[in-house]
């Protein structure tokens, strides 16, 4: 290998380190979670459900500085949609989402949940 890939590996080997990492996603991602104060921690039905992800998802993308320009609250909607049926997959999905949204059976909020 020659210095110049080493130096090329050297510098993708510490952009994808833990530390890295942490740094760029998970304490932006922390911070934003621990900001965040949903009036209630469960909803009443689908509609307050959708409300309160894409309220919740929004907050994320403005607190870790990932959208660029303006929000389109269909876009982010759709977003946290897919990330909550993502989430949920294995669960039971959107519906099992809905429900423990609804229920809170599980003693957490929803969107804590989120990846």
């Not at 993708?12 to 942490?22: D, Q, V, W």
């Not at 509609?47 to 876009?75: C, V």
């Amino acid at each position: 290998m020659s210095p110049g890939e080493e130096e090329i590996l050297e510098r993708i080997l510490s952009e994808i380190s833990e530390e890295s990492l942490a740094e760029k996603f998970g304490i932006p991602l922390d911070s934003a979670r621990l900001c965040y104060l949903p009036e209630s921690v469960t909803v009443k039905d689908g509609f307050e459900f959708n409300e309160a992800i894409t309220a919740f998802y929004a907050h994320l993308l403005r607190h870790t500085g990932s959208p660029t320009g303006q929000m389109k609250k269909d876009a982010v909607s759709a977003e946290a949609l897919d990330l909550i049926e993502r989430a949920f997959e294995r669960k039971g999905g959107y519906k099992s989402a809905l429900s423990e949204g609804v229920h809170g059976i599980h003693g957490a909020c929803v969107w804590c949940s989120m990846p």
